[in-house]
């Protein structure tokens, strides 16, 4: 897989200085300024050192600015090549020809997830979820079913979950945390209210928070002590909320599974309370 330069700098944007931070805006605003500029061109844009946009190529996993410039450009590039293909939902597109291009934008979506996925931020959200005495999942709208979705899944692991859909339940919840407990707080945007009041109620009480967002800059993923990203595109039928979707789900997925491995006793025990549980109110 390519290195994907925006991706890069998304997940990495929270721990980066504020002139790497002020680089960073620069890039994302208009990439074209960096494939068409020299370093020295974008230090004297941004008033800063030579060296300084040199550190910051390296800090987001670039040997140098001309390493960052051709991957960017080779971004840009796929981009524009998929844009030319993928014209978008038609109105004379059949059923099929529909649910095809739904199933390349969901891959999309995963792809640039596992693309910007940082190693340390998941193995410290298992670290957190692994240890906590109590993990309580919080999202409002649409992030309500995957907060949920992740109930349904780490109920099956032996950890103590626990998700509500009401907003006042969910902040009620979160008032009544310790600092030995974990709160997963769920937002496309970052932005939500209810969401943020959520989060902060969690932190002040001392629990661990684990944000999963699709923005790296935003209030909630700026609060948490670890921060996992989606990334996804808009189109004229499907908002980017709508299928950022499919990329929590997978992140999700990606921390259940990695609990069930590392309680795999404490799993099989869980797991057979809830068959047990179920086979019986059947009878």
Same mark, same amino acid.
């Given at each position: 897989m390519s290195q994907n330069c925006i991706g890069k700098i998304r997940s990495n944007y929270a721990r980066l200085s504020e002139k790497e931070k002020k680089i960073a805006d620069y890039i994302l605003n208009d990439p074209d300024q960096i494939i068409h500029g020299t370093i020295n061109e974008v230090a004297e844009d941004l008033n800063v050192a030579d060296a300084t946009v040199f550190r910051f190529c390296k800090r987001i996993g670039f040997k140098g600015y001309q *390493?960052?410039? &051709?991957?960017? $450009?080779?971004?840009i590039v796929t981009s524009n090549q998929q844009v030319d293909e993928d014209v978008g939902i038609l109105k004379d597109d059949d059923e099929?020809?529909?649910a095809d291009k739904i199933f390349r934008s969901n891959i999309r979506t995963?792809?640039?997830t596992l693309e910007i996925l940082d190693k340390a931020a998941i193995q410290k959200a298992v670290d957190i979820l692994l240890h906590a005495n109590r993990v309580e999942l919080y999202g409002t709208g649409g992030s309500a079913v995957i907060a949920m979705d992740?109930?349904?899944? !780490?109920?099956?692991?032996?950890?103590? +979950? !626990? *998700?509500f859909i009401d907003?006042?339940?969910?902040?009620? +919840?979160a008032s009544q945390l310790t600092e030995k407990d974990?709160?997963?707080?769920?937002?496309?945007?970052?932005?939500?209210?209810?969401?943020? +009041? &959520?989060?902060?109620? *969690?932190?002040?009480?001392?629990?661990? #928070? &684990? $944000?999963? #967002?699709?923005?790296?800059k935003s209030p909630i993923a700026q609060? +948490?002590?670890?921060?996992?990203? #989606? @990334?996804?595109?808009?189109?004229?039928?499907?908002? %980017? @909320?709508?299928?950022?979707?499919?990329?929590?789900?997978s992140l999700i997925d990606a921390l259940?599974?990695?609990?069930?491995?590392?309680?795999? %006793?404490? $799993?099989?025990?869980?797991?057979?309370?809830?068959?047990?549980? &179920?086979? %019986? #109110?059947?009878?």
């Open positions: *390493a960052m410039k &051709i991957a960017l $450009a080779s971004e099929k020809t529909i995963l792809e640039n992740g109930f349904h899944k !780490f109920v099956r692991t032996g950890v103590k +979950a !626990f *998700a907003s006042h339940f969910q902040l009620m +919840a974990a709160a997963v707080v769920i937002s496309h945007s970052g932005t939500n209210k209810d969401t943020l +009041a &959520i989060l902060k109620t *969690a932190k002040n009480n001392g629990a661990k #928070t &684990i $944000a999963i #967002t699709g923005y790296p609060h +948490a002590d670890v921060s996992l990203y #989606t @990334s996804s595109e808009d189109t004229e039928y499907r908002s %980017e @909320s709508l299928s950022s979707r499919i990329g929590q789900l259940y599974v990695n609990l069930r491995v590392l309680n795999k %006793e404490n $799993a099989k025990v869980s797991l057979q309370k809830i068959r047990n549980t &179920i086979s %019986e #109110t059947r009878m």
